[in-house]
C-alpha cells in the first residue's frame, strides 16, 4: 500500500497530491501538464518533493529528515519512453533489475516473466530493433524483474495502436491478478482509466499561491 | 624501406611518450568534461576556457608556461622534485606531460560531448531498478560515453604523437630521451644530408597516425556490431 502526501512547486504551480492506492490498479487521471508525471517521479525518488510524506509498505521513503535514494525504494517504474539501455540486449535489460533486487524475493521468475509478457522471441533483440509495444513489455519485465513493492506506469498505452494496446492492457491485467502486485498508473485518457482502473484519483495542478 | 636503429627508438619513443600522454590526460579529461556537462558553477565558464588555452595559445607559450610552473624551480616543479625526486625538464615523461597538456582541449571536447548526449532519464532508470550512483554511472552511462572516450584516445594519441612547440620549449630536444619524431624531423632537416632520414620518419608519421585512425574506427565499428 501506498500512502502519498507530498507537493513540490515546479515553476508557477504546486504539484502534487494526497490519495492511499491499495491492491490492484489504481489510476492519476487528469489533463496533460497537471503534475502526474512529476508524482510518479517523487514516488520513485526522481524528484524531491518539497514537503510532504510518501511511505510504502508501512517504510517511510521521504519524510521530515527521510529521502531514501531511488535505489532503496522497492519502486517498480515503467517510464512513457520504456528507457531501455541501448547498449545492452534485451535479456541483459531483463536481467539489470533482476541483478539489483537487494534480496527482495522474486515474485515470479525470470522465466515466469517472459512467459507472462510473451518476451520469449525479443531475448536476443537489441532495444533499438524493438517496436513501441515490444519496447514497453520488455520495460514491464525489466521493473517486475526487481521484485517492487508497487509498479508505477506513466501513460503505459501511449502512442500505440489498438492490438498493440490490447496486449499491454492484458498484462497489466495478468500482473494485478496473477502477480498480485499494486499498481499506480498515470493516465489522461478516460477509455483507458475505464478499462484498467479499480479507483481513480483526480489530479489537476494547483496554481502556486503566496 | 629499412629502419636505422636510431629510427627505431625515434618510433619507439614517440609511442611511448603518445601513449603516456594520453593515458595520463584520460582520468584528468574525463573529469574536466563531466564537470563542464554536468555541473553549475561559479567559474565554470573561466575552467572551460583554461582547458581550451592550449588549443588557441602557441604551443611555445604552452611550453614555457610549464617551464615556469613545473621546471626544477617552478610553484609545482620544486614540490615535484622535493617530495618525489621527480625532475620533468629534458627527460620522456616531461615530453609526455607538455604532449598530455597540448591533447587535453581535444579529448575534453570528444568526452564531453558524448556526456551531453547520454540520455540522463537513463540513469534515473538505472536507480529506479535498484542501481545506486556510482553503480548506474558505471554500467550505464560509462558505456554509453565509450564511442566518445576512444574518439577522445585516438585525437589525444594523434595529437601527442605529432606535438612539437611545447615539447621542444618545455622538454628540449634530446635525441634518445625526448626527441620523437616530429623533433626528429626537424634536426635531420637542420642537418646535412638528412634528406633520407626526414623522408623515412614522415612516412613512419603517417602510417602511425593511420593506423590510430583505423584502430579507432575499428573498435567503433564493433561498438556498433554488437548493438543492431
Same mark, same amino acid.
Not at chain 1, 498508473?185 to 496554481?207: P, T, Y
Not at chain 2, 625526486?85 to 575534453?108: D, E, K, S, Y
Not at chain 2, 623515412?200 to 608519421?205: A, E, F, G, Q, Y
Given at each position: ?210 | ?6 629510427? /627505431? ?82 627527460? /620522456? ?136
Amino acid at each position: 500500500m501506498l500512502e502519498f502526501d507530498a507537493w513540490k512547486k515546479l515553476g508557477d504551480v504546486i504539484v502534487g497530491g494526497r490519495f492511499t492506492a491499495g491492491s490492484g490498479v489504481t489510476a492519476l487521471f487528469g489533463p496533460s501538464g497537471a503534475g502526474k508525471t512529476s508524482i510518479l517521479n517523487m514516488v520513485a525518488g526522481l524528484l524531491k518533493p518539497d514537503r510532504g510524506r510518501i511511505v510504502a509498505d508501512g517504510t517511510l521513503l521521504f519524510g521530515p529528515g527521510v529521502d531514501l535514494p531511488p535505489e532503496a525504494r522497492g519502486i517498480g517504474y515503467v517510464f512513457q519512453d520504456a528507457l531501455l539501455f541501448p547498449h545492452l540486449g534485451v535479456e541483459a535489460n531483463l536481467r539489470y533489475g533482476e541483478r539489483r533486487s537487494r534480496g527482495r524475493p522474486p515474485l515470479i521468475g525470470f522465466d515466469a516473466t517472459v512467459a507472462l509478457l510473451g518476451l520469449e522471441a525479443l531475448l536476443t533483440r537489441w532495444p533499438a530493433t524493438l517496436s513501441g509495444g515490444e519496447a514497453k513489455r520488455v520495460a514491464i519485465g525489466r521493473a517486475l524483474l526487481t521484485a517492487p513493492r508497487i509498479l508505477l506506469m506513466d501513460e503505459p498505452l501511449a502512442s500505440l495502436d489498438a492490438p498493440r494496446r490490447a496486449e499491454i492492457i492484458a498484462a497489466i491485467l495478468r500482473i494485478r491478478d496473477e502477480v498480485r502486485l499494486p499498481i499506480l498508473h498515470v493516465s489522461h485518457d478516460r477509455d483507458e482509466v475505464d478499462r484498467l482502473a479499480d479507483a481513480v484519483i483526480a489530479i489537476d495542478g494547483r496554481a502556486a499561491t503566496g | 624501406m629499412r629502419l636505422s636503429a636510431v629510427e /627505431w627508438a625515434i618510433l619507439g619513443l614517440s609511442l611511448k611518450v603518445g601513449i603516456v600522454a594520453v593515458l595520463l590526460c584520460l582520468p584528468v579529461a574525463f573529469a574536466l568534461a563531466w564537470l563542464l556537462a554536468r555541473r553549475r558553477f561559479p567559474g565554470r565558464m573561466l575552467l572551460d576556457a583554461l582547458v581550451h588555452l592550449p588549443l588557441v595559445l602557441p604551443p611555445v607559450v604552452t611550453g614555457w608556461l610549464l617551464l615556469i610552473l613545473l621546471g626544477r624551480n617552478g610553484a609545482v616543479g620544486a614540490l615535484l622534485y622535493d617530495w618525489f625526486g621527480i625532475t620533468l625538464v629534458f627527460r /620522456w615523461t616531461g615530453a609526455a606531460v607538455a604532449a598530455a597538456v597540448m591533447a587535453l582541449p581535444l579529448m575534453v571536447r570528444a568526452i564531453r560531448l558524448s556526456i551531453e548526449a547520454v540520455d540522463r532519464r537513463l540513469e534515473g532508470a538505472a536507480r529506479s531498478l535498484g542501481a545506486g550512483r556510482w553503480d548506474a554511472f558505471v554500467s550505464v552511462t560509462l558505456p554509453l560515453c565509450r564511442p566518445g572516450v576512444i574518439a577522445a584516445l585516438v585525437l589525444g594519441f594523434a595529437r601527442s604523437i605529432g606535438e612539437f612547440g611545447a615539447t621542444i620549449t618545455f622538454a628540449s630536444n634530446i635525441p634518445g630521451e625526448t626527441q620523437t619524431l616530429p623533433l626528429a624531423i626537424y634536426a635531420a632537416l637542420q642537418s646535412p644530408g638528412g634528406d633520407a632520414m626526414v623522408t623515412r620518419l614522415s612516412i613512419l608519421s603517417i602510417l602511425v597516425s593511420l593506423a590510430a585512425l583505423l584502430a579507432s574506427e575499428w573498435i567503433a565499428r564493433r561498438g556498433r556490431h554488437a548493438r543492431v
